[in-house]
């Protein structure tokens, strides 16, 4: 399951990482202050079956803003970022392939897009379609705002995001599984939901073909941890206050760089279909 890692209240918290670009202003006493811009929160989500890792970067400027190669590198397929603290304005984003580090690798460039960004909202950046496509075919940016429901004492709130090239129903329960009706009926290709409450508790999902019982991929959702006076919570299903978006995606395809290197197995389980589940909002935080 994958994190949401970034809250407004906490932008301070990544002063350091930006320290070294940061708009500065020198006030009356000659001390340097940070000149924050207006922020919204920005991630990646790497769909696209036909390709190995990525690399998403915002060409525009080096200072807030959002981009993948971190430690290990990119995102491989079916994988997410953190949310970015990102300068809120019209943006221009190049994906690259990171393959590997050949430079003929590193500056091919799928997709060259400007994409404008709300201050104070979530985003998640979608890449779907074939990096050999064309025309409607072809990798490009679906771009998703996370706004989950007001957080309660009680409730934790999901949603489905189908990825996928054709619809879902999704299912709900204490177990993840696929069995009964579904919780959700039916999710329109490269479409969401809406956000649902849920007591806070184990909680599992699945996904199938509208009209089938066959699973398409079945995942529980992390527990989380309470907090406490010291320690803010961990998101998780038994933390209320947590939101959820649960992605549908398709299988890799067979030969292409998104299984290339892969040991057989591993290779044969990215082509079939799966679900993950990304975290839209973190618990409220106990720590004053």
């Given at each position: 399951?994958?994190f949401?890692?970034?809250?407004?209240?906490?932008?301070?918290?990544?002063?350091?990482?930006?320290?070294?670009?940061?708009?500065?202003?020198?006030?009356?006493?000659?001390?340097?202050?940070?000149?924050?811009?207006p922020?919204?929160?920005?991630?990646?989500?790497h769909?696209?079956?036909?390709?190995?890792?990525?690399d998403?970067k915002?060409?525009?400027?080096?200072?807030?803003?959002?981009?993948?190669?971190?430690?290990?590198?990119?995102?491989?397929?079916?994988?997410?970022?953190?949310?970015?603290?990102?300068?809120?304005?019209?943006?221009?984003?190049?994906?690259?392939?990171?393959?590997?580090?050949?430079?003929?690798?590193?500056?091919?460039?799928?997709?060259?897009t400007?994409?404008?960004?709300?201050?104070?909202?979530?985003?998640?950046?979608?890449?779907?379609?074939?990096?050999?496509?064309?025309?409607?075919?072809?990798?490009?940016?679906?771009v998703?705002?996370?706004t989950?429901?007001?957080s309660?004492?009680?409730?934790?709130?999901?949603?489905?995001?189908?990825?996928?090239?054709?619809?879902i129903?999704?299912?709900?329960?204490?177990?993840?599984?696929?069995?009964?009706?579904?919780?959700?009926?039916?999710?329109?290709?490269?479409?969401?939901?809406?956000?649902?409450?849920?007591?806070?508790?184990?909680?599992?999902?699945?996904?199938?073909?509208?009209?089938?019982?066959?699973?398409?991929?079945?995942?529980?959702?992390?527990?989380?941890?309470?907090?406490?006076?010291?320690?803010?919570?961990?998101?998780?299903?038994?933390v209320?206050?947590?939101?959820?978006?649960?992605?549908?995606?398709?299988?890799?395809?067979?030969?292409?760089?998104?299984?290339?290197?892969?040991?057989?197995?591993?290779?044969?389980?990215?082509?079939?279909?799966?679900?993950?589940i990304?975290?839209?909002?973190?618990?409220?935080?106990?720590?004053?």
């Amino acid at each position: 399951m994958e994190f949401a890692r970034m809250r407004f209240p906490r932008f301070t918290l990544l002063s350091l990482t930006f320290a070294a670009a940061a708009l500065a202003g020198c006030g009356k006493d000659g001390a340097v202050t940070e000149v924050r811009p207006p922020l919204a929160g920005v991630r990646y989500i790497h769909a696209v079956p036909d390709t190995g890792r990525l690399d998403f970067k915002m060409v525009d400027q080096l200072e807030y803003s959002a981009n993948t190669v971190e430690g290990s590198g990119g995102l491989t397929f079916r994988t997410g970022s953190r949310y970015y603290p990102t300068e809120a304005k019209a943006r221009k984003i190049k994906v690259f392939s990171f393959q590997d580090s050949a430079v003929t690798t590193v500056q091919q460039v799928l997709t060259d897009t400007t994409i404008t960004f709300e201050a104070n909202k979530n985003y998640t950046l979608l890449y779907v379609g074939s990096a050999r496509g064309t025309g409607a075919a072809k990798a490009r940016f679906v771009v998703i705002e996370d706004t989950p429901p007001a957080s309660d004492a009680t409730n934790i709130h999901y949603r489905f995001f189908n990825a996928s090239d054709a619809p879902i129903s999704g299912y709900v329960g204490a177990t993840a599984a696929v069995s009964g009706t579904p919780t959700v009926a039916s999710v329109a290709a490269r479409t969401a939901s809406a956000y649902t409450a849920r007591p806070a508790g184990a909680l599992g999902f699945g996904v199938s073909a509208v009209g089938s019982t066959t699973s398409l991929g079945t995942m529980a959702a992390a527990a989380g941890a309470a907090g406490t006076a010291t320690i803010n919570p961990q998101a998780g299903a038994t933390v209320p206050g947590t939101a959820f978006s649960v992605y549908a995606f398709p299988g890799a395809v067979a030969g292409s760089g998104a299984v290339r290197g892969l040991s057989a197995a591993n290779a044969t389980a990215l082509q079939a279909p799966a679900i993950n589940i990304f975290v839209d909002r973190l618990p409220p935080n106990t720590v004053q």
